[in-house]
Nanobody
Framework: VQLVESGGGLVQAGGSLRLSCAAS????????MGWFRQAPGKEREFVAA????????YYADSVKGRFTISRDNAENTVYLQMNSLKPEDTAVYYC?????????????????WGQGTLVTVSS
């Protein structure tokens, strides 16, 4: 599966953005999907995960209650709705695919990555 993110940009603190990740290739609905981010000078970190059906989700504590991950298997797309954005959310956001939900939440054995989309939150 190949992944392409979009929807990043510049937003003021307290604002919202919705990121999209479009998948091509076979078997999108078989994969758990996730979002990660990497801020300047920091390591990549897990943000959110969703299982193949959309029935299970998991979030990093830093975004819980503010971000929502969802997917549309008919459109081969996964989304990240980001509300109440903070300057510390500034990062390049990546989507990823994994064969198992447990692998995604452990950031383990990820099968594919997108190229990333930049989110900048101004104070």
């Amino acid at each position: 599966v190949q992944l392409v993110e979009s929807g990043g940009g510049l937003v003021q603190a307290g604002g919202s953005l919705r990121l999209s990740c479009a998948a091509s290739g076979r078997g999108f609905s078989d994969y758990a999907m996730g979002w990660f981010r990497q801020a300047p000078g920091k390591e990549r970190e897990f943000v959110a995960a969703i299982n193949w059906s959309g029935g299970r989700t998991y979030y990093a504590d830093s975004v819980k209650g503010r971000f929502t991950i969802s997917r549309d298997n008919a459109e081969n797309t996964v989304y990240l709705q980001m509300n109440s954005l903070k300057p510390e959310d500034t990062a390049v956001y990546y989507c990823a695919a994994a064969a198992a939900f447990s692998d995604m939440i452990r950031s383990n054995a990820l099968d594919a990555w997108g190229q990333g989309t930049l989110v900048t939150v101004s104070s």
